[in-house]
Nanobody
């Protein structure tokens, strides 16, 4: 089992930045691709960003590339999501998820992931 814990959410004003963290419980995390998803009230869970287990291959949801940056530090068993110039449309619960993959693989569908964190709330006031 792999446990994931998100942190870094909060209440911010429009235009602000936040960095979310996803911390894993085991060294095996190095063998997992990681994705960030978000879910606003009444909406489906939406793909935000993903990063491969090695070589830093990344992918972003529509219109998020340029404002959001995903990165990882395997020595700290942590994946980060840097979010800039936040708007009220970014308000949601943000989840990280992990899947064991080959080196440069990543996934963008919720059903591809095996492990999920409990989520962290991001609220952007306009």
């Amino acid at each position: 089992q792999l446990q994931l814990v998100e942190s870094g959410g909060g209440l911010v004003q429009a235009g602000a930045s936040l960095t979310l963290s996803c911390a894993a419980s085991r060294r095996a995390f190095e063998r997992y691709a990681v994705g960030w998803f978000r879910q606003a009230p009444g909406k489906e869970r939406e793909f935000v960003a993903a990063i491969s287990r090695s070589f830093g291959v990344t992918e972003y949801g529509d219109s998020l590339k340029g404002r959001f940056t995903i990165s990882r530090d395997n020595s700290k068993l942590t994946v980060f999501l840097r979010m800039n110039n936040l708007t009220s449309e970014d308000s949601a619960v943000y989840y990280c998820a992990a899947k064991s993959t080959i080196m440069t693989d990543y996934r963008i569908k919720t059903y591809d992931y095996d492990y999920w964190g409990q989520g962290t709330q991001v609220t952007v006031s306009s």
